[in-house]
């Protein structure tokens, strides 16, 4: 059996290789899918506390980290150091207002009124302010029309006037949890995904899985052409089994995903140059079975239709809307109960979560993926059996 799979594997393999379209899928989009890391990996990203962000630079945007839920704050801080840094928690303790801070110890007057000029005018902010050493040269504008900017103006000016209020603000954040260090995430947290830490092998696992999901519709199409040439009855008429056939498109399904990853693994391990914590066999393991999940499952779910046309818009259907309800494009952590229920659905949830713990040096990751990627395969291969025998009926 296993023989006549791989015979007939390698036949419908020539065929995949010889259609234009598989450069696209199987080598350029997975090349591009990576090298997108490079360009991602240097948009600016904030270190999001609670309410309270450092900005790296003065310059750098807000619209990215925004909580839309709370009143925007661009706090220009002048002073840059332990005491200035308090008044910027205590003012995001209030848990209405998102509180940015962006140091600006060593620029002049006129870089600090350009930058925040064009903040008001490209950014999305709600106020400005300019700390200052001496209370009375601290500013404080209004950007648009937000009836919550009389509340911060209000909090603003009795932080400014009672520095006892700061310390109090700032250690009752601290007793609730609200910790102002450095540390993004937690690694015992092992049921949560940190985005800015994630974000890079996200965006890079979206557009992989595009790659991925048509990968396996090349494959149902030398399938559907083997049923309209009558190839497919000729083989069960043969030596060959219906099992052998379905394992020669396994064959066929695990060798492309292989292809495709080893192009993404070669290009990471060679051509990036950016650090995301994770290693190569990592990044080819997950990559490598959550590719296997999506080549599977277009093919799958085109058994059900004998039509190509209709299983393309099907795949691209499930890629576009798995990818977005699954939080690689943004940070869902903020969602509702249901949504993110929802978003374990997806293969990339799993393979996010994965990530996120080889990032953090947990070995549980390997278990999580693997067992994601078998219980999709369990249903994928039941769908697969249920399309074929109402294929044949038809």
């Not at 559907?224 to 497919?232: F, G, I, P, S």
């Not at 943004?330 to 249901?338: E, L, P, Q, T, V």
Request: proline fraction near 2%; charged fraction near 20%.
């Amino acid at each position: 059996m296993i023989k006549n799979a791989l015979r007939m594997a390698k036949s419908s393999a020539k065929l995949i290789l010889r259609n234009k379209a598989f450069l696209v899928i199987g080598i350029l989009i997975p090349f591009l899918a990576t090298m997108l890391m490079q360009i991602w990996y240097r948009m600016p990203s904030t270190e999001i506390f609670t309410q309270y962000a450092n900005l790296e630079t003065m310059d750098t945007q807000m619209a990215y980290n925004i909580d839309f839920n709370c009143f925007p704050v661009k706090v220009y801080d002048t002073i840059c150091d332990e005491s200035s840094e308090k008044f910027c928690q205590a003012l995001g303790e209030a848990g209405i207002f998102q509180i940015f801070r962006a140091p600006c110890k060593d620029a002049s007057e006129e870089q600090i009124k350009a930058s925040y000029e064009e903040s008001a005018m490209v950014d999305r902010v709600g106020a400005i302010v300019v700390l200052r050493e001496k209370k009375e040269q601290c500013q404080l504008f209004s950007v648009g029309e937000d009836a919550r900017f009389e509340l911060f103006e209000k909090s603003f000016n009795q932080l400014l006037s009672n520095p006892a209020g700061v310390e109090a603000a700032v250690a009752n954040g601290k007793a609730q949890g609200r910790t102002s260090d450095m540390t993004l995430v937690s690694v015992d947290d092992q049921d949560s995904i940190e985005f800015s830490q994630v974000r890079e092998f996200s965006y890079c696992l979206a557009i992989a899985s595009l790659a991925f999901i048509f990968g396996g519709v090349m494959i149902l199409n030398t399938v559907l052409t083997e049923k309209r040439d009558n190839v497919y009855s000729r083989i069960l008429l043969s030596r060959a089994s219906k099992k052998s056939y379905l394992l020669s498109k396994l064959i066929l399904s695990i060798g492309i995903t292989l292809l495709q990853t080893i192009v993404m693994t070669l290009s990471f391990a060679f051509v990036i140059q950016v650090d995301v914590h994770l290693t190569i066999w990592e990044f080819f393991l997950v990559f490598f079975l959550d590719g296997l999940v999506f080549n599977l499952l277009s093919m799958a779910a085109g058994l059900f239709y004998n039509s190509l046309a209709a299983s393309s818009v099907i795949s691209f259907t499930i890629w576009s809307i798995s990818a977005l309800i699954s939080g690689t494009y943004f940070d869902i952590s903020g969602a509702s109960d249901f949504f993110q229920k929802l978003s374990l659905l997806m293969p990339q949830r799993w393979a996010m979560f994965s990530v996120s713990r080889f990032m953090n040096g947990n070995s549980s990751g390997y278990t999580l993926i693997l067992c994601a990627t078998a219980a999709y395969l369990v249903i994928i291969f039941v769908m697969g059996l249920l399309g074929l025998k109402l294929g044949e009926e038809e």
